[in-house]
C-alpha cells in the first residue's frame, strides 16, 4: 500500500499543491473584493469565473492529496480556468489585488500544466 504524504509525494506534486490552495484562497478574497469595488469589477463572468477557479482549484489539490491517478485531469482542466481566469484579473487595469489573484492564477496554471502533463 501506498502512503500519499507530504514527505513521500513528488516535490513538484507538493509545490502544485501549494499553489492551488494559494489559488483558491486568493480567488475566494479577491470575489468579496470585487463585489464590494462594483461596476465591471462585479459582472457575473468576471465573479462566475473566480469561482470556478476557486473550484478546480480546490478539487486539483484534494485529487492530489488523495492519490488519485486521475489528477493528470483535474490538473489539465485547473490550468486552462486559472490561465482563463489571470486574463480576466489583468483586464481590471492597473489594480493591485488584482494583479495578486492574476499573478497566483498563472503560478498556479503554470504547476498544473506540469504535473498534466
Known sequence: MTHHTA????????ECIDNC???H???LETIN???GQGGK?????HINLMA?????CATS????LRGAAVHTATCGACAEVCRRCAESCEAMGD????QRCAETCRKCAESCARMAA
Open 7 to 14: 514527505e513521500h509525494r513528488d516535490p513538484a506534486m507538493n
Open 33 to 35: 473584493y470585487c463585489l
Open 21 to 23: 490552495s494559494r489559488c
Open 61 to 64: 489539490a484534494d485529487a492530489m
Open 52 to 56: 470556478v477557479c476557486a473550484d478546480i
Open 41 to 45: 469589477h462585479a459582472e457575473a463572468g
Open 25 to 27: 484562497a486568493i480567488c
Open 95 to 98: 489594480d493591485a489585488q488584482m
